[in-house]
């Protein structure tokens, strides 16, 4: 029996589940807000791990494409004080494929692919337990019916208050995200500072870390702890005023390391966390993936995590229990588990990365990076 299902977001999460489910020729309704796939800049780069991102990606017949898109390159990682001195360069071997770089952007077109999404389908609510089943609500007045709503519609999803009221709490931590263009052409001198990968620099309660996309871009985020009005006489729409704030925050870091906030605009992106357990009782025909279930300090598993249920959701309703509801139950009890695992380490390594004690984040990185 082909059920009616339908997944709210397409993100990493939602595209990777309707993706698998595709592979299995299960049909499945995509809703998603944005009008059209490059209607907002995509985001910086994702490293996909080997037993997360890629084992979804495989599960989607996709990692060979994945492959020959990636940049095991920018797995490189470089630290350094807030002097300028190295203290850290690693680099991985050629045939390193652990931990490997994709755009977002090239990342979303690659699950893309054949879908057929209905964009600019926003989701305000859904009623789960009406006679026809889950009752979705569209922004534009529209409402549909479906006997399963899979909600990875991110960070403030609509769908969550389906089944639990917990919302995000702030950590503590504000990101300010910056970037830089034709960095090898335009800015040689940062391009070396980078290297192929990623740069961090950390300081007390601060850090700033540069990551290499493709074709020369780069990304740049200023962390540091803040409470949430810091910015309250900024006007976060003037660059100037912003990299001025900055500089002061960042007062007597080295020239070169702060040349990496030289880009023309800048994103406040204040981090918010879900609890680091999050359960909750299952309700018949809604469930969630990825930022909408467990939203967590972005320390690079975040992505992963999202397309491996997304993975493994669609491979349990086409090949699971001819029962939806016992595949659905059987999947949550797993995510939550591992979720919970890895929501207990970022939010750990959050404290240590941007720390009073800056040697707590070089002994993390130490810690998690291959030597
Ligand atoms: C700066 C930064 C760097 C990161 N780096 C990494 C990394 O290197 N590796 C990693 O694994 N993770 C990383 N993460 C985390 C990662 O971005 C997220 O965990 C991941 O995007 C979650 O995927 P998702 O599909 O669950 O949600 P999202 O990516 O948030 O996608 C949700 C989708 O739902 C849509 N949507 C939202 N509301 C509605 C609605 N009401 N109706 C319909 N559609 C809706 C949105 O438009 C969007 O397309 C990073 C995060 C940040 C902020």
């Known amino acids: ?197 990623s740069l961090a620099v950390y300081g007390m309660n601060r850090s700033l870390v540069a990551q290499r996309n493709s074709g020369g871009h780069v990304k740049v985020y200023a962390r540091f702890r803040a409470p949430l009005d810091w910015h309250t006489n900024l006007d976060l729409a003037d660059a100037e005023a912003v990299r001025s704030s900055l500089l002061a925050l960042y007062d007597g870091w080295a020239a070169p390391v702060l040349d990496l906030l030289h880009g023309t605009a800048f994103v406040h992106r204040p981090l918010y966390v879900l609890p680091v357990t999050h359960t909750w009782t299952h309700v018949f025909g809604v469930t969630l993936l990825g930022d909408a279930a467990h939203l967590m300090p972005p320390l690079g598993v975040g992505a992963n995590l999202a397309m491996l249920e997304g993975a493994e959701l669609a491979e349990t309703i086409a090949t699971g229990p001819e029962d939806l509801d016992k595949a659905v139950r059987a999947f949550e009890e797993q995510m939550w588990v591992r979720a919970g695992r890895w929501a207990k380490i970022t939010t750990a390594g959050l404290e240590r990365l941007v720390s009073p004690d800056p040697a707590e984040a070089l002994a993390h990185f130490d810690q998690v990076q291959p030597s």
């Open 1 to 197: 029996m082909r059920h009616r299902i339908a997944v709210v977001g397409g993100g990493p999460a939602g595209l990777t589940f309707a993706r698998v489910l595709h592979r299995h020729d299960h049909p499945v309704t995509i809703l998603e807000r944005d009008p059209a796939p490059d209607a907002r800049p995509p985001g910086g780069t994702l490293d996909l791990h080997e037993g997360l991102g890629q084992l979804a990606l495989e599960k989607a017949g996709l990692l060979a494409e994945f492959q020959a898109l990636s940049r095991p390159e920018g797995q490189a990682m470089r630290i350094l004080d807030t002097a300028g001195t190295v203290l850290r360069d690693w680099r991985p071997d050629p045939d390193d494929r652990a931990n490997p770089e994709i755009d977002r952007g090239q990342l979303r077109d690659l699950l893309l692919g054949p879908l057929d999404v209905r964009w600019g389908r926003g989701v305000t609510k859904v009623v789960p337990g009406t006679r026809d089943g889950v009752l979705v609500y569209f922004a534009d007045g529209g409402q549909e019916t479906f006997d399963l709503v899979v909600g990875a519609d991110g960070a403030w999803s609509r769908i969550r208050p389906a089944v639990s009221s917990v919302t995000p709490h702030y950590t503590g931590v504000t990101a300010m995200e910056t970037s830089l263009d034709d960095v090898d052409a335009r800015h040689p001198h940062l391009a070396r500072l980078i290297g192929d990968g």
